[in-house]
């Protein structure tokens, strides 16, 4: 599944793929919602493991994530919430989120992460890693923190957030992986005119492992 949509003055594009393409759905999710005041909610998430169980807790979570947001939580009360919401349940069951709060009005970003990859930055300069600021994976510990990091965010800049079926493969490390990612992103940033290299992007990029869940979401802000 693929989508490129605009919210709020930012385009939003997502490639989603699960491994059960019986059932039709996985353990990963993805926002990109319109918050109240103008702001937009982008976020990955990635349940840990396969089947029935990975895919309820996924759509718990998502839901939950989507309430938090639209009332005004910022990203790590969000992601402080769902974390005690997994260590509350008699089954182990873990997940890794990144969830970032964008305002068009002054172009900066808040985000926080729980044991997820870093945020892909892409702009003239290049393709790098966004700061990665402390948080365990959700549902190993209720009290654990989930700190914010800022940055501003420009007209031009794309943002990558995915999950590790995008970058993981068996033959390497996953940081070999996001570096292969980030390889796709900055081809499709050099061949392609501004104009289409979200979208070029999403589809340029390399599937990691088949056998797993893979989530790509890309983000633009659109000048005004």
Known sequence: MTTDV??????????????????????????GIALPGGD?????????GHGPDAAGTMLQLRASMTSLALAGDEPGAILSALNRMLCRRRTTMLATAVCGRFSPADRMLVWARAGHLPILRANADGVGPLLQPPGMALGV?????YPHATMRIEPGELLFMYTDGVVERRD???????????????????AWPPDERLGRALD?????NPDDDACLLAAEPVAR
């Open 6 to 31: 605009a919210v709020n003055g930012v385009r939003v594009g997502v490639r989603y793929a699960v491994a059960d393409t019986i059932a039709g759905v996985g353990g990963d999710w993805f926002l």
């Open 40 to 48: 937009v909610m982008l976020a990955v998430g990635d349940v840990m």
């Open 141 to 145: 510990e209720p009290g654990a923190a």
């Open 172 to 190: 390497q490390a996953i940081d070999q992986g996001v570096q292969g990612l980030a390889d796709d992103v900055r081809a499709a940033m050099r």
């Open 204 to 208: 340029g990029a390399r599937r990691g």
